[in-house]
């Protein structure tokens, strides 16, 4: 199998990209200390394994296909048996042994890319024409088996892969942004920090989930103790449904009813494609400051009673989600970002 999702998740049986593999023979004190804990150490088989699923069947009728390469373009509506498995897989170790082993379960049957949001609601249309299930995809990183093309009732299923959603459009004076679903972590930090702005969302898989994904899925990152949330961050969303887009007001607070935007914020995909969302960024701090701990020997209690303790921190400058009692809340940052 070729590259996973284009060239964003790149390592079709783990996490990251190829360029990025560790060996164990550059690493001796790790393979070492691994070794020592593991009780043994084997350098993992060549990625991709070496497999050949058999080609998963297709259900996607020609005439649905026809009409959606119509509406979007043939470059934006893909068959393509290795886009099909890369989109049906999320990153949980449940997808990793489904990809090892060479039982997929299902596969989608046909994978969308739409370019705006005109786009998303014409596929929605014809899904609901057709009676095909659409599973949005962000970067695929779901462990929860989000991604997971389940056609139920339908006769096929349709992955729309937001990748080309990726607008960014900055308010400085509100400090808000505008926000395209399909923006990952990086890109989007790099944008807001050009401008000397930041999100200051930071989940452990950053680098390859998107923001619409996050925003789908209630995500918290490693700086939500300071930060906040997704969903405290979010002002506003726009939703597309089959029955068409509903934009929540953005306004900076309301006391009026229930929340719209906390009904779709978390909603996975189930209520509609998320297409963009405002959401409120901060100006980067003058200093940042990274530390890493670890310990050799098995925690101890007083180490994890310092782990619990930290979640609710919120001091000045602990963003942090977990750190050793060796770093004092009251410490200062140390280094200086400019
Ligand atoms: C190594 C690793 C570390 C992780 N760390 C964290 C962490 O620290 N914090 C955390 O919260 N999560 C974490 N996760 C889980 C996952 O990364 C998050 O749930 C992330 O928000 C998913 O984003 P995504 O773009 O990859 O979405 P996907 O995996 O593509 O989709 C997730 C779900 O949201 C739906 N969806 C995606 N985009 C849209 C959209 N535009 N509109 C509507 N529905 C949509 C999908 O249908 C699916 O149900 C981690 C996962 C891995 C593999």
Redesign the pocket.
């Known amino acids: 199998m070729a590259v996973f999702r284009n060239d964003r998740l790149c390592r079709p049986g783990g ?1 990251g990209r190829l360029e990025d593999s560790l060996s164990l023979g550059e690493q001796p004190k790790l393979a070492a200390n691994l070794s020592e804990a593991l009780g043994g150490l084997h350098e993992p088989p060549d990625d991709p394994p070496a497999w050949d699923p058999p080609a998963p069947e297709n259900r996607l009728p020609e005439g649905t296909c026809r009409a959606l390469v119509e509406r979007l373009g043939s470059d934006a509506v893909s068959t393509d048996v290795d886009d099909r498995i890369a989109h049906s897989l ?3 170790y449940r997808d990793l042994l489904r990809i090892w082993s060479g039982h997929l379960g299902p596969v989608t049957d046909a994978v969308v890319y739409p370019r705006d949001e005109e786009g998303v609601a014409a596929v929605l249309r014809l899904a609901t024409e057709h009676n095909v299930a659409v ?10 088996g ?2 997971d093309p389940l056609a139920g009732q339908h006769a096929a299923v349709v992955s729309l892969d ?1 990748m080309r ?1 990726v607008h960014v459009k900055i308010d400085a004076e509100a400090q808000l942004a505008d926000i395209g ?2 923006v ?1 972590g990086p890109d989007l930090e790099r944008q807001l920090n050009e401008h000397d702005f930041m999100l200051g969302h ?5 680098e ?15 700086q939500s103790t300071r930060y906040g949330k ?1 969903e405290h961050m979010v002002s506003s969303v726009r ?1 597309v449904t089959p029955r068409g887009a509903i934009l929540t007001r953005n306004v900076p607070a309301s006391a009026a009813g229930p929340s719209l935007v906390q009904q779709f914020i978390g ?9 963009s969302a405002v959401a409120h960024i901060g100006v980067v701090p003058r200093r940042l400051n990274f530390t890493r701990s670890c310990w050799a020997t098995s925690p101890r209690l007083s180490h994890w009673s310092a782990i619990w303790h930290r979640p609710n921190c919120r001091c000045r400058w602990c963003v942090s989600r977990m750190r050793t009692r060796r770093v004092s809340c009251s410490k200062p940052p140390q280094v200086d970002r400019h």
């Open positions: 996490w999320g990153r949980s599973v949005p995809f962000g970067g695929g990183t779901s462990v929860v989000g991604v937001t959603l679903a399909g990952l930071f989940p452990q898989s950053f390859f989930s998107t923001f619409g994904g996050w925003v789908a899925t209630r995500g918290a990152g490693q997704i939703i909603s996975e995909g189930t209520l509609g494609v998320i297409t």
